[in-house]
């Protein structure tokens, strides 16, 4: 059989494999949006675009680890370009794949607009486009621009299965999907494949979550296999917080909200990272008798994921099952307010408490957070908590990395005045530690090879060295295209 990286190679996102058996069967894994400037840069090369290098229509099975956009977010594109067969994935991984479709494709008639009026100068014209966005290329060939229509006709194709059960896909093909924390329903999966007798197993990791994560599972250990591909998001970083997220936020909002009458604004992603804030938030006022200070959950994208992790308990950890045993609720206190429209949000700006704002997006790029950060930069007694990673070129990055000022118009600068700080409990990702643990439940000697992928091409050399002392000599490191005899 063969395997060829389509994505996520020598790059975080974009996770897309093709696995050809030799019966003729084809399997893709993941298929995510590529928010890389390499995309470009390939499309420059190529001379025209290459979304899927592959025939859509004669891939027979498409695997999904879990619901993030760079997994999931080229789907509805697939099933456009003629792809008929089903999506395999998690119960809980289906409603929030839907979700962030459903969102992408909101995005995606902002992104037509901005297309129309990109040639309108900015002097006649107010920009649309976000902060982030204002001094970058256009990331999106108009052919990646999907609508809603297509999101529905994707959801067609879902079908579920739950974890760690053997589901026979082919005659020749078991798949068993294994919970990696990370994000509700997020798997790594396991395929066996009966090739002419012979046995062989691949794991693909998806993404990678770390343990004692706020309402998810510990990652699970996955079984001896033959072929690995480990995600290296953090392959060559050690997480620094070592105290636990509750402890970690508690100490913010005390400095924050407490000690002074400010307001804290923490951008978070709205599906994932905002119901872990929420959830310990929650243990916060209803088990730790903390004083009771304003929460706004302003997403309405955080709203709706929340209600599917509402919805999915059994799949959540003990601590979580335990306080729902308890409480009835995982999100709901008396002092959070969940923001439903626009003039609510616009309004939050008038409240003359302390409070804590939960706003996307998580790197400050697009989103509702955005106009919260803007009305405040210029406050000594707000501060922004960036609990997640922020890409270069966001305005979360930025303000990391010590901006003194905010130029909004020609002759307009906001002073950032504002604290900023960042803490990464919230991180749903798990770190070199994490990462090796994964790989060392497979022995070097029988692990035939190992792929690096989903990672910056320097971290991944930095890993592969780290696994080299370890005794893992079979490392590669494919680049895009690349294809591997199995
Ligand atoms: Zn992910």
Same mark, same amino acid.
């Given at each position: 059989?063969?395997?060829?990286?389509?994505? @996520?190679?020598?790059?975080?996102?974009?996770?897309?494999?093709?696995?050809?058996?030799?019966?003729?069967?084809? *399997?893709? *894994?993941?298929?995510?949006?590529?928010?890389?400037?390499?995309?470009?840069?390939? =499309?420059?090369?190529?001379?025209?675009?290459?979304?899927? %290098?592959?025939?859509?229509?004669?891939?027979?099975?498409?695997?999904?680890? +879990? !619901?993030?956009?760079?997994?999931?977010?080229?789907? #509805?594109?697939?099933?456009?370009?003629?792809? =008929?067969?089903?999506?395999?994935?998690?119960?809980?991984?289906?409603?929030? !794949?839907?979700?962030?479709?459903?969102?992408? @494709?909101?995005?995606?008639?902002?992104?037509?607009?901005?297309?129309?009026?990109?040639?309108?100068?900015? $002097?006649?014209?107010?920009?649309?486009?976000?902060?982030?966005?204002?001094?970058?290329?256009?990331?999106?060939?108009?052919?990646?621009?999907?609508?809603?229509?297509?999101?529905?006709?994707?959801?067609?194709?879902?079908?579920?299965?739950?974890?760690?059960?053997?589901?026979?896909?082919?005659?020749?093909?078991?798949?068993?999907?294994?919970?990696?924390?990370?994000?509700?329903?997020? @798997?790594? *999966?396991?395929?066996?494949?009966?090739?002419?007798?012979?046995?062989?197993?691949?794991?693909?990791?998806?993404?990678?979550?770390?343990?004692?994560? #706020?309402?998810?599972?510990?990652?699970?250990?996955?079984?001896?296999?033959?072929?690995?591909?480990?995600?290296?998001?953090?392959?060559?970083?050690?997480?620094?917080?070592?105290?636990?997220?509750? =402890?970690?936020?508690? $100490?913010?909002?005390?400095?924050?909200?407490?000690?002074? #009458?400010?307001?804290? *604004?923490? %951008?978070?992603?709205?599906?994932?990272?905002?119901?872990?804030?929420?959830?310990?938030?929650?243990?916060?006022?209803?088990?730790?008798?903390?004083?009771?200070?304003?929460?706004?959950?302003?997403? #309405?994208? !955080?709203?709706?994921?929340?209600?599917?992790?509402? $919805?999915?308990?059994?799949?959540?950890?003990?601590? !979580?099952?335990?306080?729902?045993?308890?409480?009835? =609720?995982?999100?709901?206190?008396?002092?959070?307010?969940?923001?439903?429209?626009?003039?609510?949000?616009?309004?939050?700006?008038?409240?003359?408490?302390?409070?804590?704002?939960?706003?996307?997006?998580?790197?400050?790029?697009?989103?509702?957070?955005?106009? +919260?950060?803007?009305?405040?930069?210029?406050?000594?007694?707000?501060?922004?908590?960036?609990?997640?990673?922020?890409?270069?070129?966001?305005?979360?990055?930025?303000?990391?990395?010590?901006?003194?000022?905010?130029?909004?118009?020609?002759?307009?600068?906001?002073?950032?005045?504002?604290?900023?700080?960042?803490?990464?409990?919230?991180?749903? +990702?798990?770190?070199?530690?994490?990462?090796?643990?994964?790989?060392?439940?497979?022995?070097?000697?029988?692990?035939?090879?190992?792929?690096?992928? +989903?990672?910056?091409?320097?971290?991944?050399?930095?890993?592969?060295?780290?696994?080299?002392?370890?005794?893992?000599?079979?490392?590669?490191?494919?680049?895009?295209?690349?294809?591997?005899?199995?």
């Amino acid at each position: 059989m063969k395997l060829t990286f389509w994505g @996520a190679a020598r790059q975080v996102t974009g996770s897309m494999y093709l696995l050809e058996l030799e019966d003729g069967f084809k *399997i893709l *894994i993941d298929c995510g949006t590529d928010l890389d400037q390499q995309k470009m840069e390939r =499309e420059k090369t190529l001379g025209h675009y290459s979304l899927f %290098p592959f025939e859509p229509s004669e891939i027979n099975l498409v695997l999904l680890t +879990h !619901a993030h956009i760079d997994h999931s977010g080229n789907l #509805p594109n697939l099933v456009k370009d003629g792809y =008929e067969g089903q999506i395999l994935c998690t119960t809980a991984t289906m409603p929030l !794949a839907d979700l962030l479709l459903r969102d992408s @494709a909101m995005l995606n008639v902002k992104r037509m607009k901005e297309l129309q009026n990109a040639p309108v100068s900015s $002097k006649s014209k107010k920009s649309r486009r976000s902060v982030k966005d204002k001094k970058k290329p256009f990331r999106f060939n108009p052919q990646e621009l999907y609508l809603e229509a297509q999101v529905d006709e994707t959801a067609e194709r879902f079908v579920t299965v739950g974890f760690n059960q053997k589901f026979k896909v082919s005659k020749n093909v078991n798949v068993t999907f294994i919970p990696t924390g990370h994000l509700l329903g997020a @798997a790594n *999966i396991v395929l066996e494949i009966d090739e002419n007798g012979t046995k062989k197993t691949i794991g693909f990791s998806g993404d990678i979550g770390r343990r004692n994560y #706020p309402l998810l599972l510990d990652p699970q250990r996955m079984p001896p296999v033959d072929y690995l591909l480990c995600e290296s998001t953090y392959g060559s970083r050690r997480h620094t917080n070592k105290e636990a997220p509750v =402890e970690a936020l508690e $100490k913010v909002i005390r400095q924050t909200c407490v000690d002074q #009458p400010g307001r804290l *604004i923490i %951008p978070a992603f709205s599906v994932g990272r905002t119901q872990a804030l929420l959830f310990v938030l929650n243990k916060l006022y209803t088990t730790q008798g903390f004083p009771p200070i304003k929460v706004f959950s302003d997403s #309405p994208l !955080a709203l709706r994921s929340t209600k599917v992790y509402e $919805k999915n308990v059994h799949l959540l950890n003990d601590e !979580a099952k335990d306080f729902y045993a308890k409480n009835e =609720e995982l999100f709901d206190f008396e002092n959070l307010t969940y923001v439903q429209d626009m003039k609510q949000s616009k309004a939050i700006a008038n409240y003359g408490e302390p409070c804590i704002i939960i706003s996307s997006s998580g790197m400050i790029s697009g989103g509702r957070v955005e106009h +919260h950060v803007m009305t405040n930069l210029a406050n000594p007694l707000a501060t922004v908590l960036l609990v997640g990673f922020a890409a270069e070129g966001t305005l979360g990055y930025k303000l990391l990395h010590g901006m003194k000022s905010l130029s909004v118009s020609k002759d307009k600068e906001i002073p950032i005045m504002a604290s900023i700080q960042s803490i990464d409990v919230f991180s749903g +990702h798990g770190d070199l530690d994490d990462l090796t643990e994964f790989v060392e439940y497979q022995s070097p000697e029988k692990l035939k090879k190992l792929f690096l992928v +989903h990672g910056e091409y320097e971290s991944m050399q930095s890993f592969e060295q780290h696994l080299n002392q370890r005794g893992y000599n079979n490392v590669e490191i494919p680049k895009w295209g690349d294809e591997f005899d199995l």
